[in-house]
């Protein structure tokens, strides 16, 4: 079964550190290219961070650039996303999802066709 | 950034009707113009990429259509559990962007 799971989620400080990770199950992870979503309670969705299949490539929202890192371990199936500085506005669902590509060529754009089950963090003093 | 906007915010229907929601971009973004449907508690499920292409395991009740930036989402016929929040996403140009839902309550 193709799965995704999150955890290191929790309740932090203003200012503090936390780093989530998401565990990947049934299909070659190292082949898919990977996000971050957050979903803040009863808020839309926010995507946060793009990561390539290899790692060489990422990307960040305004909102997170800066304090966020996304990285991946493609030899433990895993992705990480190591959050610093954070603030009450982070709290939220997060999760991870998986890209997937459609289009050819230069015209190749993407979906997230796998989510996990997301996991909470809440900063607040 | 492209910004999206969904209309309605929320719907009432009933088990039967069929339900048209609306997506506007900021600019055009071709095709590229995905939905989802998420349930309270659980993780957003991807119904239509490409505008219009379904993916796969959804229901032929769901269909998209739209290009540029004007979109729909269509329910042709719903069911009790299609009664859900859905988010439209933008996959044009980075950074992705989704829209701010539309709630559909039983009526």
């Known amino acids: 079964e193709v799965q995704l799971v999150e955890s290191g989620g929790g309740l932090v400080q203003p200012g503090g550190s936390l780093r989530l990770s998401c565990a990947a199950s049934g299909f070659t992870f190292s082949s898919y290219e990977m996000n971050w979503v957050r979903q803040a309670p009863g808020k839309g969705l926010e995507w946060v961070s793009y990561i390539s299949s290899s790692g060489s490539t990422i990307y960040y929202a305004d909102s997170v650039k800066g304090r966020f890192t996304i990285s991946r371990d493609n030899a433990k199936n895993s992705l990480y996303l190591q959050m610093n500085s954070l603030r009450a506005e982070d709290t939220a669902v997060y999760y991870c999802?998986?890209?997937?590509?459609?289009?050819?060529?230069?015209?190749?754009?993407?979906?997230?066709?796998?989510w996990g089950q997301g996991t909470m963090v809440t900063v607040s003093s | 950034d492209i910004q999206m906007t969904q209309s309605p915010s929320s719907l009432s229907a009933s088990v039967g009707d069929r339900v048209t929601i609306t997506c506007r971009a900021s600019q055009s973004i071709s095709s590229y113009l995905n939905w989802y449907q998420q349930k309270p508690g659980k993780a957003p499920k991807l119904l239509i990429y490409a505008a219009s292409s379904l993916q796969s395991g959804v229901p032929s009740r769901f269909s998209g259509s739209g290009s540029g930036t004007d979109f729909t989402l269509t329910i042709s016929s719903l069911q009790p559990e299609d009664f859900a929040t859905y988010y439209c996403q933008q996959s044009y140009s980075t950074p992705d962007s989704f829209g701010q839902g539309t709630k559909l309550e039983i009526k």
């Open positions: 999802a998986r890209t997937f590509l459609y289009g050819s060529g230069s015209w190749t754009h993407d979906a997230f066709d796998i």
